[in-house]
């Protein structure tokens, strides 16, 4: 039974990763960590514990005040740092708002690479964060999230999200669209495990709308 006087303690990933090809050089993905901050900032305004772990993003992390900010470059320190806050801070939910990178090199290359050769590279499968926190710690309840490229029919977003939150075990989904997205808005729809849905226009509305599941749904 969950003790209601104990603080929410909200566990928070955020920003892109990396995946080093050689000494110099790496793989990532866009994400400025700015709908990770605005998560975050609202979190801790309500009054709830947030450990943030939080890839090199754009936005001062630092900044953030009542916020534990534990920083990572690589998508193996992301992965590392989440298990071992989950093991001893033991959070009550996980965003998991971080782009993760889905693949990194097999072979990590020392040195620098010359250029003037061909480089065959082999990708493989990265750890899913969230995989292992189901698998791992089966109490804390987590937020996912899925970047996906051009929107279709909002019937196919619905079961699209309804089997993500299934297969994942997660307590709710923020879904997006590449083809959606631009530098004044960044829609996303908005699924609840309970069935509820809402379509957000900005990181901003996004941010509201998880703290208040997570507050309602505690």
Sequence with gaps: MNNKNKPLVVLVTAGPTRAYLDS????????SGRLGYLICEVLAKNGIKVIAVVGPSEVSFEKL?????FKVETVEEMHRAVMQLCKKKSPDFAVLSAAVLDFMPKVISNGK??????????LVPTPKIIDDITKKFPKIKKIAFKLECNRPSLKTIKSFAEKNIKDKSAEALCLNYLSDIDKKSH?????SRKGGFQKANTKKSIA?????????SH
């Design 24 to 31: 110099v050089r790496y793989l990532s993905n866009y994400s």
């Design 65 to 69: 005040k009542n916020v534990t900010l």
């Design 113 to 122: 690479v010359s250029s003037k050769n061909n480089w065959n590279l082999q």
């Design 187 to 191: 829609p996303a729809f908005l699924f």
């Design 208 to 216: 509201d709308w998880i703290c208040n599941y997570i507050m309602t």
